[in-house]
């Protein structure tokens, strides 16, 4: 049962997670390699947090699951690899799934496998493979008992942005968000809107399946702690980052100021005591 491998992602008192994504080498992007140049560094400094998971590839993995004991952070695999996220894009644009992406993930011991849902503008072709991806991964999620996490992305134009820069219009990510539960996710994960006021709405079309936001850029602490607050009063489910704790000062004391947050509903000013 699915119901099995959530319990052990979810946090049983709060019904919430927090899950460190340091997944990023697999993109082939130089600037996604700060802070997590030493991956087994990063894993250690991760699970030293003791987040409720981490979210990690194929390759790499095996840092947290080589760990013994039985309080580590659950993993989150990423199956799914992609060239889109440049500042300057290949003429060819692609997301490729890794081959027997759910029995590898089994092997792994993995709570939950993760894919992507591309929107990207003027790149429809992108969006079929994730669309390929995803109908080709579900069967054996739903055979193997594997909680099958979609990650819906709105871009915004390479061209006007440059890089990697998701695009907050409500009316953009609604629909995409719509499309991967209709697809099958058991858990979707998604940017924030440009009024996380507004949040609500994302979990509301996504009905009864859990929903965990992206963390984005590097902000302050006091931003991304007030932000992540409104996201959980928004009826969020928890909380994806990566770079907002991998490359602060202090990723153990970021990582408790947030699950303050996410799993004991403290306030922004209780949460920024962890950080003093």
Do not use: W
């Not at 790149?123 to 991806?133: A, S």
């Not at 489910?237 to 000062?249: A, K, L």
């Amino acid at each position: 049962m699915k119901e099995y491998r959530l319990n052990r992602l979810f946090n049983g008192k709060s019904g919430r997670c927090l899950d460190v994504a340091i997944d990023h080498g697999f993109f082939n992007e130089y600037g996604f390699l700060n802070s997590i140049e030493n991956i087994q560094n990063a894993v250690t400094t991760v699970v030293e947090a003791a987040p409720d998971a981490i979210q990690l590839t194929i390759g790499q993995a095996r840092h947290l699951q080589s760990i013994p004991g039985r309080t580590k952070p659950s993993l989150v695999l990423r199956t799914d690899v992609a060239n889109v996220y440049g500042k300057i894009l290949p003429k060819h644009l692609f997301s490729r799934m890794i081959e027997d992406a759910v029995r590898q993930g089994v092997r792994l011991d993995a709570t939950c496998v993760v894919v992507n849902l591309f929107r990207i503008p003027d790149e429809p072709l992108v969006t079929d493979q994730c669309i390929q991806n995803i109908l080709k991964i579900k069967p054996m999620c739903d055979e193997y008992s594997m909680p099958l996490m979609i990650e819906p992305l709105v871009f915004q134009a390479n061209k006007d942005v440059g890089g990697y820069m998701v695009d907050g219009d409500l009316e953009k990510i609604l629909p995409l968000v719509r499309q991967a539960v209709e697809l099958g996710a058991d858990i979707i994960k998604a940017d924030p809107c440009d009024d996380v006021s507004e949040y609500h709405k994302v979990v509301e079309i996504a009905g009864t399946i859990p929903v965990l936001v992206r963390g984005g850029g590097k902000v302050s602490d006091k931003e991304i702690l007030t932000r992540t607050k409104t996201l959980i009063e928004q009826k969020a489910s928890g909380i994806v980052y990566g770079r907002n704790i991998i490359q602060h000062e202090n990723p153990k004391a970021i990582t408790k100021a947030l699950m303050g947050i996410v799993h004991d509903n403290l306030t922004v000013s209780e949460a920024l005591e962890f950080l003093k």
